[in-house]
């Protein structure tokens, strides 16, 4: 019987690691400048092209239902949460606005950019002082199940701030994050990825190219032991393997704030990254090449 070696990594990996905790936590820093009039969802079609995309690695985000962050800002920090993966402003999307001029804050979910009143619906609440221009200030949103919503600290479900439900339920695949009305902002975002690793790496489906993370261990094994290596390593993201010569690089991002995943050609060589939460999620980086 002939495995293709993908799927067999895939089954003894299952075996061995299901007690296995893996785990990752994504750290983005983000610096949004002042913007001078009023943007937000209610009146802007391409809404989505004003935002900053949070999700550097190009994540596949589908597999994640939180985010915590921290901001600095006066008012207006404005988080945007597309179905499209491709940040398309047409496609539904949630917008989480956090402390207007009134001090309120909302949580709109807009099914299109016709800007019409039927194309969204919206909760919002009185927050006085929830934002301070000189001090970082811990959020959560959270949108499991189709239920958004916003709170404070950085215990995702604890002090709930507002909610809305929306019945048409949809997976976010992109993020972005602005201030406006003459604010800036500067944020401190984790994406939280599931720690259920199972036993699955993606390589992106590419030949010769090898990741420069800092290696923390280089073996001679085969493939199957390399993975399994890396899967048994809480903090291994990926390795670096090379058939023809049995080479096996584990791999490290180097620190708790990642701000890039460095790669060069190198025939031989290929790259796979840990997957998280079953498939859903897992690091593709070869974004800067394509
Ligand atoms: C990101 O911002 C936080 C402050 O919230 C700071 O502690 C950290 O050093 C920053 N990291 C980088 C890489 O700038
Ligand atoms: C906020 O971001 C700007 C732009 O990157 C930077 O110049 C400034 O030092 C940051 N402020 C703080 C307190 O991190
Ligand atoms: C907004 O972004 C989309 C897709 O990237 C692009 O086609 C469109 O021209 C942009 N709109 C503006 C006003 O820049
Ligand atoms: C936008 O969404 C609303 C509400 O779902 C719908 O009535 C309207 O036809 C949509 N418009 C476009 C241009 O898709
Ligand atoms: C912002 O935080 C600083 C330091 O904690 C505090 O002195 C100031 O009063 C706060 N500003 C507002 C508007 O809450
Ligand atoms: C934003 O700031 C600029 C320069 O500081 C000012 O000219 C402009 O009127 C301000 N806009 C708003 C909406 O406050």
Request: glycine content about 6%; proline content about 2%; overall charge negative.
């Amino acid at each position: 019987m002939v495995f293709k070696t993908e799927q067999m990594f895939e089954i003894l990996l299952l075996c061995f690691l299901t007690s296995i905790v893996g785990g990752l936590q994504i750290t983005t820093n983000v610096s949004t400048p002042k913007v001078d009039s009023g943007i937000d969802a209610f009146t802007i079609a391409d809404i989505m092209n004003y935002t900053i995309d949070i999700n550097k690695f190009n994540l596949d985000l589908s597999g994640i239902t939180s985010l915590v962050f921290e901001v600095k800002a006066c008012m207006y920090a404005h988080v945007l949460l597309s179905s499209s993966d491709v940040r398309k402003s047409s496609e539904p999307l949630y917008e989480i606005i956090i402390g207007d001029y009134n001090y309120r804050s909302y949580i709109v979910y807009r099914t299109n950019d016709s800007l019409s009143s039927e194309s969204r619906t919206f909760k919002n609440v009185n927050t006085p002082d929830i934002l301070n221009c000189t001090v970082y200030l811990p959020f959560w949103i959270r949108w499991a199940g189709g239920e958004i919503k916003l709170g404070t600290g950085v215990v995702v479900s604890e002090n709930v701030l507002g909610s809305l439900t929306n019945t048409d339920h949809f997976e976010v695949r992109s993020i972005g994050v602005f201030t406006d009305k003459n604010a800036s902002g500067n944020w401190t975002i984790q994406l939280e990825v599931s720690d259920k690793f199972a036993g699955y790496f993606d390589n992106c489906m590419k030949d010769n190219i090898k990741s420069d993370m800092v290696v923390i261990d280089d073996i001679q094994c085969s493939e199957m032991r390399c993975a399994t290596r890396c899967g048994m390593s809480k903090t291994c993201m990926g390795y670096n393997f090379n058939s023809a010569i049995s080479k096996c690089e584990l791999l490290w991002f180097g620190s708790d704030v990642v701000t890039d995943i460095p790669h060069h050609i190198e025939a031989g060589w290929r790259f796979y990254s840990k997957c998280f939460n079953g498939k859903t999620v897992c690091l593709g980086w070869f974004y800067l090449d394509d």
